[in-house]
T-cell receptor, first 114, second 110 residues
Framework: GAGVSQTPSNKVTEKGKYVELRCDPI?????LYWYRQSLGQGPEFLIY????????DSGLPNDRFFAVRPEGSVSTLKIQRTERGDSAVYLC????????????FGPGTRLTVL | AQRVTQPEKLLSVFKGAPVELKCNYS??????LFWYVQYSRQRLQLLLR??SRESIKGFTADLNKGETSFHLKKPFAQEEDSAMYYC????????????FGGGTRVLVKP
């Protein structure tokens, strides 16, 4: 079946602009995770959803970052007033449930802030 | 706070030689440890997890709680093993999020 998909695959924006990154999880997966991977580093946790609610948003770096999952499926990561330091690959993952279920990753969105 | 350390950024070995990727962690409680792999131009995928105690593609990893390590090993490396490998940790105290190490790039030379 279809895996996790993310759009766009690449996004170039200017400093100060607003961006939205979309994640389509595997159908039926109730848990959805966002990670950020800067160049030369491992992925870092941002936020995860169980259903529609954000169960843990402790990884969001500041209040410019926000994520939603209004119907418990697709999720959107929103970044306001982008800064050059936000440039990274943003990864989405989903799992059947939380706990020990395997997380399946999407291909990522490469965000470049000029 | 939980932390995962992969001390080697790059491991270069010849085909048929053994390869060992080091992973050390710090965590309060009972962690769950994973190895993820990312082949060139592919997405991140689970290689193995310690609770499964299985060998995948010839790789094994043993959780050593005394040394807080979860090293990944393969006795005979193949060229198709060339990839980026990430050690990761999860657990009840960490919620369900994964904490990743910085990654080790493995290059298997013919």
């Amino acid at each position: 079946g279809a895996g996790v998909s993310q759009t766009p695959s690449n996004k170039v924006t200017e400093k100060g602009k607003y961006v939205e990154l979309r994640c389509d999880p595997i159908s039926g997966h109730t848990a959805l995770y966002w990670y950020r991977q800067s160049l030369g580093q491992g992925p870092e946790f941002l936020i995860y959803f169980q259903g529609t609610g954000a169960a843990d948003d402790s990884g969001l770096p500041n209040d410019r970052f926000f994520a939603v999952r209004p119907e418990g499926s697709v999720s959107t990561l929103k970044i306001q007033r982008t800064e050059r330091g936000d440039s990274a690959v943003y990864l989405c993952a989903s799992s059947l449930n939380t706990g020990t279920d395997t997380q399946y990753f999407g291909p990522g969105t490469r965000l470049t802030v000029l | 706070a939980q932390r995962v350390t992969q001390p080697e950024k790059l491991l270069s070995v010849f085909k048929g030689a053994p390869v060992e990727l080091k992973c050390n962690y710090s965590y309060s409680g009972s962690p769950e440890l994973f190895w993820y792999v990312q082949y060139s131009r592919q997405r991140l995928q689970l290689l193995l997890r310690h609770i499964s105690r299985e060998s995948i593609k010839g790789f094994t990893a043993d959780l050593n709680k005394g040394e807080t390590s979860f090293h990944l090993k393969k006795p005979f490396a193949q060229e198709e093993d060339s990839a980026m490998y990430y050690c990761a940790l999860s657990g009840k105290a960490a919620g369900n999020k994964l904490t990743f190490g910085g990654g080790t790039r493995v290059l298997v030379k013919p």
